[in-house]
């Protein structure tokens, strides 16, 4: 299995992650985790200076997530999966859709067709998207984050918004989850909803 967890900066995403693979450890089950967008070296180098201070410009920064989305598939990924590990991932395709795509305003279907060729067709075969509030996601974190976290509060608003549309374009996959409780009660509600599905 596949697994992702999506969502606003805040939003519970690692803990989820974290939660999900030490429950499938614990079954005994190969698991690797891994989040976005780092993972590999060349992945962390491409995070820097996406990050970072510079300006970048929309499809540049289109292309260099899908870039290090790309490496981790090649490295990390796609080798799990075919020696029947489960791969559990903290952010992955949704992330450039959401934020690229439609909170940027690059438009879903383009940014989804330069990652489908850098991620070599590998998308997830279950996508959890932890919905909490622009507010309490920003609470949560605290400080005031990254280059894109620190866009104007629209951008985190369009963002959450942009989620709800991809939940609503692709339900078969994406499992909109409400990320407001407590993170153990979140954590076994993935859990059944994913043996229901496997
Ligand atoms: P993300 O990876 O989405 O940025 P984190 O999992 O790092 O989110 O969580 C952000 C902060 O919120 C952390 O301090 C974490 O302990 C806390 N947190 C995570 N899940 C919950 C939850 N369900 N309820 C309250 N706080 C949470
Ligand atoms: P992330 O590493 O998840 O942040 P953190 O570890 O602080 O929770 O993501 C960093 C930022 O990059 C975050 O603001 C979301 C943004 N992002 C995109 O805009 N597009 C993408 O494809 C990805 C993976 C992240």
Request: a negative charge.
């Amino acid at each position: 299995m596949f697994v992702t967890f999506e969502g606003l900066d805040g939003s519970g995403k690692s803990t989820q992650a974290r939660l999900l693979a030490e429950a499938l450890a614990a079954e005994g089950r190969d698991v690797v985790a891994t989040r976005e967008p780092g993972g590999t070296e060349v992945g962390e180098l491409i995070r820097e200076l996406l990050l970072g201070p510079r300006n970048v410009a929309p499809w540049a920064e289109a292309a260099l997530f899908a870039a290090a989305r790309g490496q981790l598939v090649e490295e990390v990924i796609a080798p799990a999966l075919a020696r029947g590990a489960d791969v559990v991932c903290d952010r992955y395709i949704d992330s450039s859709l959401a934020y690229q795509g439609i909170a940027r305003g690059l438009g879903v279907d383009r940014v989804l067709e330069l990652n489908v060729n850098a991620i070599s067709g590998i998308l997830p075969d279950r996508t959890y998207l932890l919905v909490v509030d622009a507010e309490e996601a920003a609470r949560r974190r605290g400080d005031p984050g990254d280059r894109i976290e620190r866009e104007e509060d629209g951008f985190r608003q369009r963002v959450a918004e942009a989620y709800q549309e991809l939940a609503a374009a692709f339900p078969q996959r994406i499992v909109t989850i409400d990320g407001t409780r407590p993170a153990g009660e979140i954590g076994r509600e993935v859990l059944d909803e994913l043996r229901q599905h496997s």
